[in-house]
């Protein structure tokens, strides 16, 4: 400028402002529902569509087999005995250990009965849940015990 002043730029033209769409009355389910209008107690569209799916899936559930139940716990202490011994006779680890792997692999699915289970089977308890664990946790350890599923046992039993 020759006077040494700035003088600003004029504005770009700006195109004119878009008009909003009018409002639309969406009926009852526009508003905020409120404990103590009437609307809220009435259901919306498409209620009617929804209460039959719902229905249908309720019914689906109950037309599902219920999942087997668990085989009693003696029964499952057999089996594992069982496989402990061909275990033992193969050399991987002594009774106890193999017993120990066993049951913890069976009783995955069911740690509260973990414990419980190898009470009933014999294996070490102490007066406390900790020392037990730790006790059984000694049995089942890799570095004491070459069992194959050794390690997914003390897995399982880490938790406890």
Same mark, same amino acid.
């Given at each position: 400028p020759a006077n040494g002043r700035y003088e600003a730029k004029a504005a770009p033209a700006q195109p004119p402002p878009v008009k909003a769409p009018p409002p639309q009355d969406f009926g009852a389910r526009s508003q905020p529902r409120r404990a103590g209008d009437a609307a809220f107690s009435r259901p919306g569209p498409g209620y009617a569509h929804h209460q039959q799916q719902y229905q249908q899936q309720y019914q689906q559930q109950q037309q599902r087999p219920a999942a087997p139940p668990a085989?009693?716990?003696?029964? @499952? +202490?057999?089996?594992c005995e069982a496989d402990a011994k061909a275990d033992e006779s193969k050399g991987f680890c002594?009774?106890?250990?193999? &017993?120990? @792997?066993? #049951?913890? #692999?069976?009783?995955?699915?069911?740690?509260? $009965? +973990? #414990?419980v289970a190898m009470a009933e089977a014999g294996l070490p308890a102490a007066k406390d849940q900790r020392?037990? @664990? !730790?006790? +059984? &946790?000694? #049995? %089942?350890?890799? $570095? !004491? %015990?070459k069992h194959p599923d050794a390690k997914r046992a003390m897995q399982i039993l880490g938790p406890l």
């Amino acid at each position: 400028p020759a006077n040494g002043r700035y003088e600003a730029k004029a504005a770009p033209a700006q195109p004119p402002p878009v008009k909003a769409p009018p409002p639309q009355d969406f009926g009852a389910r526009s508003q905020p529902r409120r404990a103590g209008d009437a609307a809220f107690s009435r259901p919306g569209p498409g209620y009617a569509h929804h209460q039959q799916q719902y229905q249908q899936q309720y019914q689906q559930q109950q037309q599902r087999p219920a999942a087997p139940p668990a085989p009693p716990r003696k029964l @499952v +202490i057999a089996e594992c005995e069982a496989d402990a011994k061909a275990d033992e006779s193969k050399g991987f680890c002594t009774f106890p250990q193999a &017993m120990a @792997v066993r #049951l913890a #692999l069976r009783f995955e699915s069911r740690p509260k $009965d +973990i #414990l419980v289970a190898m009470a009933e089977a014999g294996l070490p308890a102490a007066k406390d849940q900790r020392s037990t @664990v !730790k006790a +059984i &946790m000694r #049995l %089942c350890h890799p $570095d !004491k %015990c070459k069992h194959p599923d050794a390690k997914r046992a003390m897995q399982i039993l880490g938790p406890l």
